[in-house]
């Protein structure tokens, strides 16, 4: 459990920081103001590139405690530039670190409890939570959020995508 969540937490979000250097990076030479970036959606109803980094680093954290037994750390989601959202990843990377294999020892059959909508209430074992719905989840607001960079201008390509692994 943990090598299928930890690692790839990490090589993800070390990529999705990447990408906001680079959105910053594009952003400064081209003069354009940067929450023309931060602030872009790919359609009116869903969530613009702040957002989608904020929900990606919330699952990366959110499943590691829940898999390790631990608590959940509440992070204020009020990142409104790159340099913040860069910070936030890499204080979610930290924390995914901070866990060693044996904290997820029996994780695959621990029941997991999420409350993603009052009154919903979701169960799962580990396992489950872990492979339909914990990374589907985060790997759809990386996704996102490299979408909206590309969209958008931003110089990057499936490398960028993937990161270091």
Not at 10 to 23: C, E, H, P, T, V
Not at 66 to 84: H, I, M, N, T, W
Not at 85 to 96: D, G, M, P, S, W
């Amino acid at each position: 459990m943990h090598a299928a969540s930890a690692p790839v937490f990490k090589q993800m979000l070390g990529s999705l920081g990447a990408l906001l250097a680079k959105a910053e990076a594009h952003a400064e030479e081209r003069k354009i103001d940067p929450d023309a970036l931060l602030q872009a959606r790919l359609f009116p109803d869903m969530f613009p590139l702040v957002r989608q980094v904020q929900i990606a680093c919330d699952f990366a954290k959110g499943v590691t405690a829940r898999l390790a037994g631990a608590e959940v750390p509440v992070y204020d989601d009020k990142e409104q530039s790159f340099e913040q959202l860069r910070a936030l990843v890499e204080r979610t990377i930290a924390f995914v670190a901070s866990f060693d294999a044996d904290a997820f020892e029996g994780s695959e059959a621990r029941e997991i409890v999420t409350r993603p909508g009052t009154p919903k209430e979701r169960r799962f074992n580990g396992q489950d939570y872990l492979l339909t719905y914990g990374l589907p989840q985060f790997f759809f607001h990386v996704n996102m959020s490299y979408a909206l960079l590309r969209h958008n201008g931003v110089e990057i390509g499936k490398r960028d995508y993937m990161g270091a692994y």
